[in-house]
């Protein structure tokens, strides 16, 4: 059965997101990823395309990012 709910940011975190691949969209570049729906737990793919870029003050790597569920 495939999924139809409303994607709702407000139930989503950083960390349930899973990038897949970055892609050239009919747009210019795109980023797939993948999440799972807030209410039903099912697997999306998602494709977005990318707006604007601007520089950071993150440091990298990522992966020692504060917990987001802090």
């Known amino acids: 059965m495939a999924c139809d ?3 709702d940011p407000e ?3 950083p960390a349930d ?3 897949l691949d970055f892609v050239s969209g009919p747009n210019g570049p795109a980023i797939r990823f993948a999440i ?3 209410d039903c737990g099912q697997a999306l ?3 977005a395309d990318v ?3 601007k ?3 993150l440091e990298l790597p990522l ?3 504060e917990d987001p569920y802090d």
């Open 17 to 19: 997101i899973d990038v």
């Open 5 to 7: 709910h409303d994607i």
């Open 55 to 57: 520089e950071s003050d």
């Open 45 to 47: 793919e998602l494709e």
């Open 36 to 38: 799972p729906c807030p």
């Open 63 to 65: 992966e020692d990012a």
């Open 51 to 53: 707006r604007g870029q």
């Open 11 to 13: 139930y989503l975190f």
